[in-house]
């Protein structure tokens, strides 16, 4: 390692083990069930929960392509966006935390987690070729929690046809050319 790259080196070192050390704190112990009826993730009371499942992380996105964002929260509200935070990327989609999610309800042992799933859908239509982020909001009693999800994009492109306007452009080839009258 050069020297150079040091600092850079261990300021990453020290990120990790900061939000390593958070994450230990916000989810508790985890609690191993040989039979499956102890729960298997404890969390910590009044924790802010964010967890998606779906799509997984360096995912390629197709333009034209249904993407499910999905997952499950302690809050009652997602909120996505794409490369960037609220009021800076551009507003994929929201969700009411309504989704049945018994794996866990019974995973943490609280019941109340069995209708904390969400999803998401998304066609994207205009995803440039390369690295995206999607950043996926929670609102968790009055506060929002903030996971944050690289996504790639394929760059493809999709041709849609708008019948209205295909239809209005020939009804206006039938009538022939018009001129227009100068006052």
């Given at each position: 390692?050069?020297?150079?790259?040091?600092?850079?080196?261990?300021?990453?070192?020290l990120?990790?083990?900061?939000?390593?050390?958070?994450l230990?704190?916000?989810?508790?112990?985890s609690?191993?069930?040989?039979?499956?009826n102890?729960?298997?993730?404890?969390?910590a009371?009044?924790?802010?929960?964010l967890?998606?499942?779906?799509?997984?992380p360096?995912?390629?996105?197709?333009?034209?392509?249904?993407?499910?964002?999905?997952?499950?929260?302690?809050?009652?509200?997602?909120?996505?966006?794409?490369d960037?935070?609220?009021g800076?990327?551009?507003?994929?989609g929201?969700a009411?935390?309504?989704?049945?999610?018994?794996?866990?309800a019974r995973a943490?042992?609280s019941?109340?987690?069995?209708s904390?799933?969400?999803?998401?859908s998304?066609?994207?239509?205009?995803?440039?070729?390369?690295?995206?982020?999607l950043?996926?909001?929670?609102?968790?009693n009055?506060?929002?929690?903030?996971?944050?999800?690289?996504?790639?994009?394929?760059g493809?492109?999709?041709?849609?046809?708008?019948?209205?306007t295909?239809h209005?452009?020939?009804?206006?080839?039938?009538?022939?050319?018009?001129t227009?009258?100068a006052?």
């Amino acid at each position: 390692m050069r020297r150079s790259s040091l600092p850079q080196y261990l300021f990453r070192s020290l990120r990790l083990a900061l939000a390593t050390a958070a994450l230990a704190a916000v989810i508790g112990p985890s609690l191993a069930s040989a039979d499956g009826n102890e729960p298997i993730l404890a969390l910590a009371p009044g924790a802010a929960t964010l967890n998606v499942d779906l799509p997984a992380p360096n995912a390629m996105l197709n333009n034209g392509q249904t993407v499910d964002i999905g997952g499950w929260t302690t809050g009652s509200r997602v909120d996505v966006y794409l490369d960037g935070p609220a009021g800076l990327g551009r507003g994929v989609g929201s969700a009411s935390v309504d989704g049945s999610r018994a794996d866990v309800a019974r995973a943490t042992g609280s019941s109340n987690l069995g209708s904390s799933g969400f999803d998401v859908s998304w066609q994207p239509t205009d995803l440039t070729s390369g690295a995206h982020t999607l950043w996926i909001y929670s609102l968790v009693n009055g506060s929002w929690t903030v996971q944050v999800l690289p996504i790639m994009g394929a760059g493809n492109l999709v041709i849609t046809m708008d019948r209205d306007t295909d239809h209005a452009q020939q009804e206006l080839m039938d009538q022939g050319p018009t001129t227009e009258v100068a006052d």
